[in-house]
């Protein structure tokens, strides 16, 4: 796994399911996956200890660790909660 970069909240956000991590407006969010395929609009990453999917329009970024995209195929199964 890459951290590829860190970014600030703009606001607060909480997931519909339990694949996706909450956060409060200001948090620290770092992004580990920018996703592609059917879920364009999702980054998955980490905020503490929880780790899920988040909409990436929420996020300021201020660092970026990587330059290199990794892009990941998504398919239905890589959105199931158990």
């Known amino acids: 796994t890459v951290l590829m970069c860190r970014g600030k909240a703009t606001q607060d956000f909480k997931g ?9 407006k200001g948090e620290a969010v770092y992004v580990y ?14 905020v503490g200890s929880d780790f899920g999917y988040f909409p990436k329009d929420l996020l300021e970024i201020n660092h ?7 892009e990941l195929p998504t398919d239905e199964t890589d959105f199931v909660c158990f």
């Open 16 to 24: 519909p399911d339990c694949r996706f991590v909450n956060f409060k």
């Open 33 to 46: 996956y920018k996703l592609i395929g059917k879920s364009t609009e999702l980054w998955a990453g980490s």
């Open 64 to 70: 970026d660790y990587s330059n290199e995209e990794l």
